[in-house]
């Protein structure tokens, strides 16, 4: 996911150039793990500050449901807007920012614009704090831990010990 950027940083404002994205990610997370190459389509434009990209990729995370706590897969699709600051000047070569670490993005040296980060964390944005395998998933019984999509347990219609006794009680009186 790396794109030479040197022809559209000598062009004029408002240039762009369409590519592909496609490639892998590590997400660096237990919890999700992207199962399937990215891809999608990006616009790069120069612009006063350097390249703007913007773009749209699809991402297929694996999970666990939060209520079945079995794995699944989903499609994301994911937006990507970003700044990328050149570090030299392609024209002088002089340095024009040194790369920070403040969380801006930059072209390399070499003017090679790296979009892989600014995926990485697009795709975070879009994970759920809480992953549903389906909407109506039933989850587990909190009684015998059965998976209650796929089978049915007795649970909820037995009376507990503790209920039986209040019944008996209410009889009597
Ligand atoms: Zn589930
Ligand atoms: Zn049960």
Same mark, same amino acid.
């Given at each position: 996911m790396i794109y030479n950027v040197a022809q559209l940083l000598k062009g004029s404002n408002g240039v762009s150039i369409d590519a592909e994205i496609d490639g892998d990610v590590v997400l660096d997370s237990e919890e999700f793990r992207i199962v399937e190459p990215i891809e999608g389509m990006v616009r790069l434009q120069r612009v006063t500050n350097?390249?703007? #990209? %913007?773009?749209?990729f699809d991402v297929? #995370? %694996?999970m666990?449901?939060?209520?079945?706590? %079995?794995?699944f897969e989903e499609t994301f699709t994911c937006q990507l807007r970003e700044l990328f600051k050149p570090t030299i000047d392609?024209?002088?070569?002089?340095i024009v920012h040194e790369q920070s670490g403040d969380g801006d993005f930059y072209i390399d040296d070499h003017h090679q614009l790296?979009?892989?980060e600014a995926v990485r964390q697009n795709t975070i944005l879009a994970l759920p704090m809480q992953p549903l395998c389906s909407e109506t998933c039933?989850?587990?019984?909190?009684m015998c831990g059965k998976n209650l999509n796929n089978e049915i347990c007795n649970c909820a219609e037995t009376p507990s010990e503790h209920w039986n006794a209040l019944k008996s009680l209410t009889f009597d009186n």
């Open positions: 350097g390249i703007f #990209v %913007e773009g749209e297929t #995370v %694996e666990t449901c939060a209520r079945c706590l %079995e794995p392609i024209l002088t070569g002089a790296n979009i892989t039933k989850g587990l019984c909190p």
